[in-house]
């Protein structure tokens, strides 16, 4: 059983910073791939980063990129969304995603993750 929980939401003043860690389950972490996504009220969940394996680039939606930086820690089997310059628009409930392999392209797609966590939610106050 694949278990994937993420942590370190809150609330934050717009212009602040939160960090936020993904522990994912199962071996060679550092073969498959790790997104965040965010789903705001009322929105359709949307992709913000994905790494495809460690050593690979990161992608980022254009609204986060430059603020957002997604790292990866392989002997803790967890990814991390350091989050800087917060924007209301920002508020969302925020959820880390596992492959069942390694994505070769379509990574900003849900429907490519195999495990999601149950999400943890962002507020960015005005």
């Known amino acids: 059983q694949v278990e994937v929980v993420e942590s370190g939401g809150g609330l934050v003043p717009a212009g602040g910073s939160l960090r936020l860690s993904c522990k994912a389950s199962g071996d060679t972490f550092n073969t498959y791939t790790m997104a965040w996504f965010r789903q705001a009220p009322g929105k359709e969940r949307e992709f913000v980063a994905a790494n495809r394996r460690s050593g690979d680039m990161t992608y980022y939606s254009d609204s986060v990129k430059g603020r957002f930086t997604m790292s990866r820690d392989n002997a803790a089997n967890a990814v991390y969304l350091q989050m800087n310059s917060l924007e209301p628009d920002d508020t969302a409930v925020y959820y880390c995603?596992?492959?069942?392999?390694?994505?070769?392209?379509?990574?900003?797609?849900?429907?490519?993750?195999?495990?999601w966590g149950r999400g943890t939610q962002v507020t960015v106050s005005s």
């Open positions: 995603a596992r492959a069942r392999r390694l994505i070769l392209s379509a990574l900003r797609l849900s429907s490519m993750y195999n495990y």
